[in-house]
C-alpha cells in the first residue's frame, strides 16, 4: 500500500557539500548544502540561495565543493548553521584552514581531502549555481593503489533529506554496469 | 599532500535513481541515472544523455524517479545496461511492475518503494532535465512511526563515482542543523 507524501525534495542519498568562495578580499568562507549534483562529465549544480557564499560568487565567479567526510561532522555541520555574514571568525571556530586552488580563484580546505574546482558558469532561476569542474585534489589518505579515490577511504557522509540525519558509508554490495548481466 | 586528478565527476555520495517513462503507446520504460539531485524544495534535475527516456520525455514531459534500494540492486543495474530501445521486455525481465501515477503521466514502480512524481519544466544544454516534484509517493513499508519516510528503511544503494561500486548505507553518525551548535 502506497500513501501520498505530497511535494517533497526526497532524492536518498543525497551529499554534504562544502562550498568555498573567496570574498573581494581574499577573505575566505564556507557553506553546507544538500541541494545539488553532477550534471555532466565536466559539470555539477548546486542550489545556494542567498548567503555570504552567494556574495562572493558575484565577484569572484569561482567556488570549490569539498566533500564531507565522517571525520569532519561538526565542523561541517557547523558551516551550514553559522552565517559568514555575521561570524568574522567562522572559518577559524570550524578548524578549517584553506589554500588557493592552483585551478581557480577559490579556496581548497585542507582538512576535508577531497575537493572539486570549479568555474561559475551560470546562475538559473531559484538560486541555482552551474559548475565547471576544471580540476578534482585529493589527499593522497584516500586514494587507493590505482591512485583514484578510494570511496572507502574517503568515507563520505550522506544527508538524509526526511529527517536530517547524517549517515556513514556502509558495505559494498553491488558494482554498477555488471550486475544487472545477470538479467541479459 | 594532495594530488590533481583534472576534471572528474566526483562528487561522493551520488544516487542511484530510476527514471521512469512512457512511451507515445502508455508503454512504461526505466532507466538508472546517478548524474543529478535536488535543486529546490519542489525541485530536481537529472542528468540523461540520450536514451529510449529522453525519447519518451519528448513525447509525454513527465517521468518518475524512483530510488534504487539494496533489495534490487540487480535490476536497477539491468535498466542501466539495457537498452529500451533495443530490448522489447526491458520491464519484464528486471522484474518491474507499475501503475500510472495519480499525479503525472508516468509510470510508478511496484517493486521499489519511494517515487518522485514530476513534470518535466525544462531541458537544459547538455541534457540536463529540469523537472517539478508533483508528489511523493511511499510505500507504507518504508514510514516510521511519524508517518515519514524512515532512510533505515528505505535502505537507499550508493553509487561510487570513482570505481562504480555500489554500497549500502551506513550507521547514523550525526545531526544536521543540530551538531555544529557545539563549536558556536
Redesign the interface.
Given at each position: 500500500?502506497?500513501?501520498?507524501?505530497?511535494?517533497?525534495?526526497?532524492?536518498?542519498?543525497?551529499?554534504v557539500?562544502i562550498i568555498g568562495t573567496y570574498d573581494e578580499n581574499g577573505k575566505a568562507n564556507a557553506m553546507?548544502a544538500?541541494?545539488?549534483?553532477?550534471?555532466?562529465?565536466?559539470?555539477?549544480?548546486?542550489?545556494l540561495g542567498s548567503h555570504k557564499t552567494t556574495d562572493n560568487l558575484a565577484v569572484k565567479k569561482a567556488f570549490t565543493?569539498s566533500?564531507a567526510d565522517?571525520a569532519h561532522?561538526?565542523?561541517?555541520?557547523?558551516?551550514?548553521?553559522?552565517s559568514g555574514r555575521k561570524v568574522a571568525d567562522k572559518m577559524e571556530?570550524?578548524?578549517f584552514t584553506t589554500v588557493k586552488s592552483?585551478f581557480v580563484d577559490a579556496p581548497?580546505i585542507n582538512e576535508l581531502p577531497?575537493a572539486?574546482e570549479c568555474e561559475l558558469t551560470e546562475i538559473?532561476p531559484?538560486g541555482?549555481y552551474l559548475g565547471?569542474?576544471?580540476?578534482?585534489?585529493?589527499?593522497?589518505s584516500i586514494?587507493g593503489d590505482d591512485?583514484?579515490?578510494?570511496?572507502e577511504k574517503?568515507f563520505?557522509?550522506?544527508?538524509?533529506?526526511?529527517?536530517?540525519?547524517?549517515?556513514?558509508?556502509?558495505?559494498?554490495?553491488?558494482?554498477?554496469?555488471?550486475?544487472?548481466?545477470?538479467?541479459?
Open positions: 500500500m502506497r500513501k501520498n507524501l505530497g511535494s517533497k525534495p526526497y532524492i536518498f542519498p543525497q551529499p557539500l553546507n544538500a541541494w545539488g549534483g553532477i550534471v555532466g562529465m565536466h559539470e555539477l549544480i548546486v542550489d565543493v566533500i565522517a561532522t561538526v565542523a561541517c555541520d557547523y558551516v551550514g548553521i553559522a571556530k570550524a578548524g592552483d581548497i577531497l572539486l538559473l531559484g541555482k565547471k569542474i576544471i580540476n578534482v585534489s585529493a589527499d593522497e586514494l591512485g583514484d579515490v578510494s570511496i574517503l563520505p557522509i550522506i544527508f538524509d533529506a526526511a529527517h536530517s540525519g547524517y549517515y556513514r558509508l556502509g558495505d559494498k554490495v553491488g558494482q554498477a554496469f555488471s550486475d544487472g548481466k545477470k538479467l541479459m
